[in-house]
């Protein structure tokens, strides 16, 4: 399926704010400090951030950073760290996943620092990761699997034009799921 990636997929884009790229050598400390300070929000979803229930290391940030690079370098999977442009700390990470390149369409997800959120960072960002799918992957379609119950990530999905599809009944053990979607232009 190699041959159905875009020749040219580029690692990186800017929105207003924000630098969203692929992570690198040397994101792993900048990766462990903004999970170490995200942990209690992210940990409030044990389900559906199975990864966030470890104990992070910087070691373990650094190789995740490596092995993302290098699965995104296959076009396996797009994982991205959003860099905020004015004061040079990881704002959150984002990316496209479950990547179906033959029929065109994959999954967005993405986290916040906790704090820098409240300013948009995350929704700005999530814009520009669906308009990265549809323009320079070729995406036909990107979809959303968020808890029920995580009223923010349904609000963010919502605002950066994701459409409600439905409900995924017992799609964690804990609860139903929320399906977002959103075609290519």
């Known amino acids: 399926m190699s041959s ?17 790229r692929s992570p690198l050598p040397g994101d792993g400390m ?15 979803w044990p389900t559906s951030l199975l990864w966030a229930q470890a104990e992070p290391c910087p070691q373990r940030a650094e190789q995740n950073c490596c092995e993302a690079l290098a699965k995104w370098q296959r076009g396996e999977d797009l994982w ?10 990881l704002a959150g990470c984002s990316g496209l996943h479950q990547l179906n ?23 700005e960002a999530v814009r ?12 036909r379609r990107v979809s959303c699997v968020t808890h029920v119950d995580n ?31 959103c075609v290519a232009p």
């Open 80 to 89: 991205m760290l959003i860099w905020d442009k004015q004061s040079g700390q």
């Open 4 to 20: 159905l990636l875009p020749i040219d997929l580029p690692t990186q884009f800017e929105t207003e704010r924000l630098l969203v």
């Open 151 to 181: 009223l923010r990530s349904r609000h963010l999905a919502e605002q950066a034009g994701m459409l409600q599809e439905g409900v995924l009944r017992a799609w964690y053990p804990d609860g139903d799921a929320m399906l977002y979607g």
């Open 30 to 44: 900048a990766l462990y400090e903004a999970i170490c300070a995200s942990l209690p929000q992210l940990r409030a």
């Open 128 to 139: 520009g990761v669906l308009d990265f799918a549809f323009s320079r992957c070729a995406m």
């Open 101 to 123: 390149w033959a029929m065109r369409r994959g999954e967005i997800g993405w986290w916040g620092n906790t704090p820098l959120l409240g300013q948009g960072r995350i929704r």
